[in-house]
C-alpha cells in the first residue's frame, strides 16, 4: 500500500523520494513561457537583390573553439558561443568566464576589363567575439534537483565587408558613361540630382532644335577607372540563460539584437584627348 504525503504547495510526492525543488521548477516554467514567444523586427533599408543576398550569408564566427570546428558547434555545451546558438549549453559551466577571440582575414580579389588585369589584397585585424559568463552553479555536495545556471552577455561579429577592388582600361575609344546619360537625357530629359550634373558641367549638351536630343560633348574615352571600397559588418548582441536540471535536462532562453552597418563608395573617372591629344577633359563620379 502506498502512502501519499501532501505538502504545503499542494503536490503530492511518494514516500521515500525526494520533493521537487520548487525555486528551480518555477524557473523552468518561466523560462519556457520566454522561450514560446519570438521578436522579430526587420526595417527594409533598400530593394536591391545584391543587399538581400549579402545580408543572408553569415561566417563561421564564434569563440576560436567554435570557429575551429567550421561553426556546427551548436551541440557543444560550456562554450561561450553558446549565448548565441544554443543557451541551453550555458547550463554546463560550473565556473565564471570571460573570453575574447582575435581574427585575421585576408581577402583576394582579381579583375579584368578588355584583357587588362588588376589584382588586390585587404587584411583585416578584428575581435569577432567578447562575452562574460556569470556562473551560479551548485557544488557537487549542495542538495537539490535544479543545479543551478548561468546567464551570459556576448558581442559576435557574423559577417565582415571589409574588401576593396577595381578596374581599368587604357584603350582608346571603348565607349564612355556619357553614351549611358545621353540614353537617359534623350528618354526623359535631363534628371534632377546628381545625374543631371552631366548636363550641368557641359559634358552633355543639348542638339540645336531643341527637345529631348542630347549628345556627349566627348566620344573617345583614352582611360577609364573604377575603384570600389566597402566597409562594414554585421554583429549580433545577444543576452542568454541556460540552467541544468539534475545534470539531465539543460534548457536555456536567448535574446539577440541584431545591427548591420555597411557602405559602399564607387569612384569613377574617364579621360579623353582632344585635337593636339592632350587629355581636356575628366569626368569624375562618385557614389556612396
Given amino acids: 500500500m502506498e502512502t501519499h504525503v501532501s505538502n504545503h504547495m499542494g503536490i503530492k510526492t511518494k514516500k ?7 525555486k528551480g521548477f518555477k524557473l523552468i516554467l518561466s523560462l519556457s513561457a520566454l522561450a514560446a514567444f519570438h521578436i522579430n523586427d526587420v526595417k527594409a533599408q533598400s530593394g536591391y537583390v ?3 543576398l549579402r545580408f543572408s ?6 569563440t576560436a573553439r567554435i570557429t575551429s570546428l567550421g561553426g556546427t558547434g551548436n551541440s557543444l555545451g560550456g562554450d561561450l558561443s553558446n549565448i548565441h546558438n544554443n543557451p541551453a549549453g550555458l547550463g554546463f559551466y560550473q565556473n565564471s568566464e570571460f573570453s575574447f577571440t582575435a581574427g585575421y582575414s585576408d581577402w583576394n580579389a582579381s579583375t579584368s576589363l578588355l584583357g587588362q588585369t588588376e589584382n588586390f589584397n585587404k587584411t583585416n585585424f578584428s575581435l569577432p567575439n567578447l562575452g562574460v559568463v556569470i556562473s551560479r552553479a551548485k557544488g557537487p555536495l549542495e542538495v537539490g534537483d535544479w543545479r543551478g545556471g548561468s546567464f551570459g552577455i556576448s558581442i559576435n561579429r557574423q559577417a565582415t565587408y571589409n574588401n576593396d577592388f577595381g578596374y581599368f582600361s587604357n584603350q582608346f575609344d571603348q565607349g564612355s558613361i ?3 546619360y545621353v540614353d537617359v537625357y534623350n528618354d526623359i530629359g535631363v534628371p534632377g540630382g546628381t545625374d543631371g ?5 557641359f559634358l552633355i549638351n543639348p542638339v540645336s532644335g531643341g527637345g529631348y536630343d542630347y549628345s556627349p560633348n566627348a566620344t573617345l574615352a583614352l582611360e577609364k577607372t573604377e575603384k570600389v571600397q566597402n566597409e562594414g559588418t554585421m554583429s549580433q548582441i545577444g543576452f542568454s540563460y541556460g540552467g541544468n536540471y539534475k545534470n539531465k535536462l539543460f534548457i536555456g532562453a536567448s535574446i539577440g539584437i541584431n545591427s548591420i552597418s555597411y557602405s559602399s563608395t564607387k569612384t569613377y573617372d574617364e579621360e579623353f584627348l ?5 587629355t581636356s577633359l575628366l569626368v569624375l563620379y562618385k557614389k556612396t
Avoid: H, T, V, W
Avoid at 274 to 278: E, P
Fill in 16 to 22: 521515500g523520494f525526494n520533493r521537487i525543488d520548487m
Fill in 50 to 52: 545584391e543587399d538581400a
Fill in 57 to 62: 550569408q553569415y561566417g563561421s564566427n564564434g
Fill in 178 to 180: 556619357l553614351d549611358y
Fill in 197 to 201: 550634373l552631366f548636363f550641368d558641367a
Fill in 274 to 278: 582632344d585635337d593636339n591629344n592632350q
